[in-house]
């Protein structure tokens, strides 16, 4: 007994240090991915401050010792206890961000803008890691988004708000950073050659860093921790000499004390000077937004133990350097290229560049992250997503938007020529974020913890209060460079929400206009036309009723396929949708009519199948469907009483396997198919393989030799092209917006994922005008 008892708590310890050690390595690769950005930060936080002019450095230090204290309380209050302490929980399956927060919301109230927030005719899928919610308590912030349209709206317009000031950092961060890296070669150089040095070298390495975003990180991806963590410590022992050199002392500006201090004698000009403190917590946002890359014990592990400790370390040091220096001949002077002990600038020049590369492209990459979410979400028009990585999750490239941030990025760059006003643009564009953060935090501790109200308005109140005075601080710095985060954030905002309306006005067309059922049962099992070999793939955005481009097919084409299948590719507001849920499978009519309706469901954060996969799981569903029996113990409906519009989760669809048999083999306990290519190729075959002992009626087996056929004469897909016209008697925006900038929109985005592969000779395009 005893030595049974000794081994299970052998078992669990090592369980338990494995785990430990699993942790670790993750809270390592983080540092990485997710702090980049906020580890670079001691570049340019002291000489933002100053740089405005809005305070001087006297020989008292009120003012050096009061922005330390600043920085040290916000780190601490916005970083820590906000970010790390409570926001990290509210995680979706897994996933953080503005769009986790805001899909969070939605599923748990039962109401969204967003196809499956609650608008949904299915049921929401189970995600991929998160354990089933209890049933919410009534409450009147529910029950008023449930019922008012205006505030979906509302919470919609601020998701959207906060998601394009994240866009707005991705331009902005690479800019700051970089430069600020880069402008250490002022102290190094005679004279003010440093003019004709420092714009075009922060040039040539943006254009070189967005130039290899299409290489993707996972070929470098393993020096970033390395670099990460080498810049930390460096910062750290800068920090720490220069405290023990310099001023033992001050640990004592730690004290809340000299805040007061600090704005009793700059008043005015100490809140102006915010803007610059502020940007001592960028990055915070994007602990959380990479929350669906690592797990949130490694992340907390990380920034409590190393990440924290060395940014505090280093704000001492700089400031205990400057404590003792009054003689800088302008306030940008200050700043941490000048605590640097002279001999080891250069190579801390080196690894300042290398560590500010490497938090722009986390920037970069989380700003190439948010866009796919949109797009999944249908408020984002269509662009190439390209997967940079076979076996890393996250890793993607999309090629129209990094030009974009290029282009913007370099003209920030070019036009501000320094850090002050590109440091004002970025802080703007960071406490927006954050305040959208707070205020859609406070409606999950609500409406998704199920906590009191007052502990919701307690956190609204605290954390807004903080950064409400930081964004008035900001706002204020508008002719300094802040207008530039608030016009790129209303552009893409307007971008967003034009694609968005256009999207759902022409989802309800296609509601409005579907063709019954019964009209389709009324024509019978021929469809009144000619029914030829091969499988028709019709696309359509509703899950019930046929969409109208069928019923002009039918009127119109003397011939159809013997084999038709309504597709309905459906994103839903969940990060992951387990595979064994993603396919639904129903029939339309009776058997002899081979009409099937296939929805197929992605999360916001799954990769789409390329079209040979696609191909093969959709036909070998359809069969799994037929072998058992239409069957559909989940009682899954697409909203109709029909007994027709059932639809029942296909697991695992028939598998099949390839081989060389001729077209006269004899045929046993499989069913033979060709391969599964977009065009048929009758020199290999596929056959669909049994369960043992399986037992099907002469019914079923006719059924699926008839899928084999259909499939050996090949599959074609038919997708329809909506031209968007707004109705006669229309307001003016509403006809500026539909018939110029949604359809500008539709014109110059990509075709939808599944397809982008499909070869032309397979697709018929068809043109329909959707009057709105």
Excluded at 21 to 44: D, N, W
Excluded at 492 to 505: D, E, S
Aim: include cysteine; aromatic fraction near 10%.
């Amino acid at each position: 007994m005893d030595a049974e008892s000794g081994g299970c708590g052998a078992a669990g310890a090592r369980a338990r240090n494995k785990s430990w050690r699993s942790e670790m390595v993750l809270a390592y690769q983080s540092l990485g991915v997710v702090y980049g950005e906020v580890a670079t930060s001691p570049l340019y936080v002291y000489r933002s401050a100053f740089a405005g002019g809005d305070i001087g450095h006297s020989e008292g230090n009120e003012e050096i010792y009061g922005v330390l204290s600043l920085v040290f309380w916000t780190l601490t209050l916005v970083t820590l206890l906000k970010y790390v302490l409570i926001v990290l929980r509210a995680d979706d399956g897994g996933e953080g961000g503005t769009f986790a927060l805001y899909s969070l919301i939605c599923r748990r109230v039962g109401a969204g803008l967003l196809p499956g927030a609650g608008g949904d005719d299915l049921k929401e899928p189970r995600d991929g890691g998160a354990a089933a919610a209890p049933p919410p308590p009534t409450s009147s912030v529910r029950s008023a988004l449930q019922q008012r349209r205006e505030l979906q709206w509302l919470l919609l317009l601020f998701a959207l708000l906060g998601t394009s000031m994240v866009i707005g950092d991705g331009v902005l961060t690479p800019a700051v950073s970089v430069f600020s890296a880069v402008s250490g070669l002022k102290l190094s150089m005679v004279n003010e050659e440093h003019q004709y040095v420092l714009l075009p070298v922060t040039c040539v390495i943006l254009v070189g860093l967005f130039a290899l975003q299409h290489f993707g990180t996972h070929r470098v991806g393993f020096l970033f921790a390395p670099i990460v963590s080498l810049w930390l410590l460096c910062i750290s022992v800068i920090g720490v000499y220069n405290i023990i050199y310099w001023n033992p002392h001050i640990y004592k500006a730690l004290s809340p004390y000299y805040m007061y201090k600090f704005m009793q004698k700059t008043q005015v000009g100490g809140w102006m000077s915010l803007g610059g403190i502020l940007l001592c917590v960028t990055g915070s946002e994007a602990m959380y937004a990479d929350l669906g890359h690592f797990s949130q014990s490694s992340i907390k592990l990380a920034f409590t133990t190393v990440v924290y400790p060395s940014l505090i370390l280093a704000y001492m040091g700089q400031a205990a350097y400057i404590s003792q220096h009054h003689s800088f001949e302008k306030n940008h002077h200050i700043g941490f290229y000048v605590s640097v002990p002279e001999k080891i600038r250069w190579p801390v020049l080196g690894i300042a560049i290398l560590a500010a590369v490497v938090g722009s492209q986390a920037v970069i990459t989380g700003t190439f992250s948010v866009i796919k979410q949109c797009c999944s979400l249908n408020c984002f028009p269509r662009v190439k997503i390209v997967h940079t990585s076979s076996t890393v999750h996250g890793q993607i490239y999309i090629p129209e938007i990094n030009w974009i941030l290029m282009v913007l990025c370099l003209a920030v760059t070019i036009g501000f020529r320094d850090t002050k006003h590109m440091a004002n643009a970025q802080g703007l564009a960071v406490i927006t974020v954050m305040i959208v953060t707070t205020c859609l935090m406070s409606l999950v501790i609500v409406l998704c913890w199920n906590k009191n109200v007052i502990f919701a308005l307690a956190f609204l109140l605290f954390f807004g209060a903080i950064e409400a005075i930081y964004f008035s601080a900001s706002l204020v710095k508008f002719h300094e460079g802040a207008w530039v985060p608030i016009i790129l954030s209303m552009i893409f905002l307007m971008v967003m929400c034009v694609w968005h309306y256009g999207t759902a006005k022409k989802y309800e067309f296609d509601v409005d206009n579907k063709v019954s059922i019964s009209w389709l049962l009324d024509l019978g099992p021929s469809l009144g036309i000619v029914r030829v070999r091969g499988i028709g793939l019709i696309h359509t955005e509703i899950m019930s009723g046929i969409p109208a481009i069928f019923s002009h097919f039918v009127t119109n084409l003397p011939a159809f396929h013997q084999v038709l299948v309504f597709l309905c590719i459906k994103s839903v507001s969940v990060p992951h949708v387990q595979p064994e849920e993603r396919f639904l499978v129903g029939r339309i009519g009776l058997k002899q009519y081979r009409l099937y309706r296939v929805v197929v469901r992605y999360g916001y954060r799954d990769v789409q199948q390329d079209s040979l996969e696609f191909e093969k799981a959709l036909v070998s569903s359809i069969a799994e469907f037929i072998r058992s029996g239409d069957s559909d113990q989940n009682g899954y409906l697409d909203g109709s009483d029909s007994p027709y519009e059932r639809l029942s989760i296909i697991s695992k669809g028939l598998p099949f396997q390839e081989d060389g048999e001729p077209d006269g083999s004899p045929e046993s306990s499989t069913l033979k198919e060709t391969n599964p290519k977009l065009v048929s190729s009758k020199s290999r075959r596929v056959r669909f393989v049994l369960p043992e002992n399986a037992q099907i009626n002469s019914e079923v087996r006719s059924e699926l030799q008839e899928l084999t056929e259909a499939r050996e004469a090949g599959m074609s897909f038919i997708m329809g092209r909506s031209y968007m016209k707004a109705k006669s008697g229309s307001s003016l925006i509403k006809r500026i917006t539909i018939n110029f900038i949604y359809e500008f929109l539709m014109r110059n985005s990509r075709s939808p994922a599944y397809a982008a592969n499909v070869p032309h000779v397979s697709t018929l395009e068809v043109g329909m005008v959707c009057q709105v």
